[in-house]
Structure formats: structure tokens, C-alpha cells
């Protein structure tokens, strides 16, 4: 099984930078895509990044040009990279891995990690 833990989240302004932390751990996997998604209050879980191992990248309309997810294969890491933030990034954010192991091709959820912008 694999186990992602995110770290990077908190208060900041309409305007400002966050960097977000996705650390996937456990033994026996090959990880596929990485990528965050979030959950504001009352909406559902959208996508916001995605990140495959050859280096191609997709992101939200909402998101583009503002936010940079990269990843590190060797020590199966992805982060992002959010600038000019906006209230309405306001969510809490998931790390999510799609992996192999000897049970076939899974999916790993983070804890999620709450991201809140004031205006």
C-alpha cells in the first residue's frame, strides 16, 4: 500500500504564494500519475494539477498560469507551486497517486491539507 502525506498549507492573502507537499511512502509500487485536487466548503472534489511520470502536466482553467505542479520520481514527491492565490482557492487540498503494485493498479488519497485565502 501506498501512504501520501501533504504538508504545505495555511493562511495567506489574496495575492500570495503557497507551496503544497506530497510525499507518497510504503514498498512494492510503481507509481503512474500524481496530482492534487480540492474540496471547497459546500462543492465537490475537483481536479486542479495532474503530473505523469514521463513529465506531461495538465491543470485546471482556473488554475493555469498561476499554479506549477513538478514532481520528483526518484523520491516520489509532487508538489505545487501556487502563486497570485485568489478567496476562491480557498479548499482543502488532496494528494493523490495512481500506483501498481502486486494487487494491481490502485489509487493513494493524502489526509488533504487546508489552504485558506483572505481577501
Do not use: H
Not at 28 to 49: C, D, N, T
Not at 53 to 73: E, H, I, L, M, P
Not at 74 to 102: F, G, H, I, R
Request: a positive charge.
Amino acid at each position: 500500500q501506498v501512504q501520501l502525506v501533504e504538508s504545505g498549507g495555511g493562511l495567506v492573502q489574496a495575492g500570495g504564494s503557497l507551496r503544497l507537499s506530497c510525499a507518497a511512502s510504503g514498498s512494492g509500487f510503481s507509481i503512474s500519475g500524481m496530482g492534487w485536487y480540492r474540496q471547497a466548503p459546500g462543492k465537490q472534489r475537483e481536479l486542479v494539477a495532474t503530473i505523469f511520470t514521463s513529465g506531461t502536466r495538465s491543470y485546471a482553467d482556473s488554475v493555469k498560469g498561476r499554479f506549477t505542479v513538478s514532481r520528483d520520481n526518484t523520491k516520489n514527491t509532487v508538489t505545487l507551486q501556487m502563486n497570485s492565490l485568489k478567496p476562491e482557492d480557498t479548499a482543502v487540498y488532496y494528494c493523490k497517486a495512481n500506483y501498481w503494485s502486486a494487487y494491481g493498479f490502485r489509487e493513494a488519497w493524502g489526509q488533504g491539507t487546508l489552504v485558506n485565502v483572505s481577501s
